[in-house]
């Protein structure tokens, strides 16, 4: 893949890193629609490095920022338990204000890239999935997409600022986001032109990530499919 660290520029001066992974044909002056890629608690791990890489072999333009960098730079955690616990610590510390605005600090520095053309999403996962929501409501993105984002019921005032369509995924039996939850979100968007609210039946939290034992290679076919006709019409 042709892929790099990026520095990134934050608002308030500071400065971060970014995974950018780019389309084949990059490399003979092509470009395509990009896609800000949104973290788990897990950092832009391995994984979300390579969802990154998968979007890019589709034509995307993507961009994974560290999101972390302001507690921690460069956090690359597994999926054992001891860094499950490192992610919540993280997670628990995290000033999402200042992460929505490092976000549309990504947006924009995406948008300014010669590989970029134009359009972007956001596309996040887990804390990201809530992240990707708020980006939608605050960071000016074209689309956003958002998997299995816990804490999306506790923000839905912002629902009132999102312009842009909208597509989300939850797990049917997901242990962290009770279906209250995902029946909230159904309500506030009930009638909303461009909003898509799947849920997959019998499969849990984390359902597309093929490093948790929470894979399901079926639903996350599914809903990455369904997530590339989104984009498609989308952004481009």
Known sequence: MNSRWIDLKAQDGGRF???????????????????V????????NSHIRGVADQYA???????????????????????????????????????????????????????????????VASLGYCM????????????????AVCYYGGG????????????????????GNDSYIPASAVEAVKQTFAGREGVRIDVYPGVDHGFNCWDRPAYNQQSAALARGRSLAFLATTIG
């Open 128 to 143: 990201g999935g809530m992240l990707s929501f708020l980006c939608a409501a605050n960071a000016g993105v074209d689309a």
């Open 152 to 171: 999306i019921h506790t923000k839905l005032e912002e629902a009132g600022k999102i312009k842009c369509p909208m597509l989300f995924h939850f797990a």
């Open 17 to 35: 890193k970014g995974y950018l992974s780019l389309p084949h044909q990059a490399g003979k002056g092509g470009k395509g629609p990009g896609i």
């Open 37 to 44: 890629l949104i973290q788990e608690i897990f950092g832009v």
């Open 57 to 119: 072999s589709d034509g995307y333009t993507v961009l994974a920022p560290d999101i972390f960098w302001r507690m921690q730079p460069m956090v690359d955690l597994g999926y054992g338990q001891d860094d499950f616990q490192k992610g919540i610590g993280y997670m628990q510390k995290f000033d999402f204000a200042a992460g929505v605005a490092d976000l549309a600090a990504a947006v924009a520095a995406l948008r300014g890239l010669p590989e970029c053309s134009g359009k």
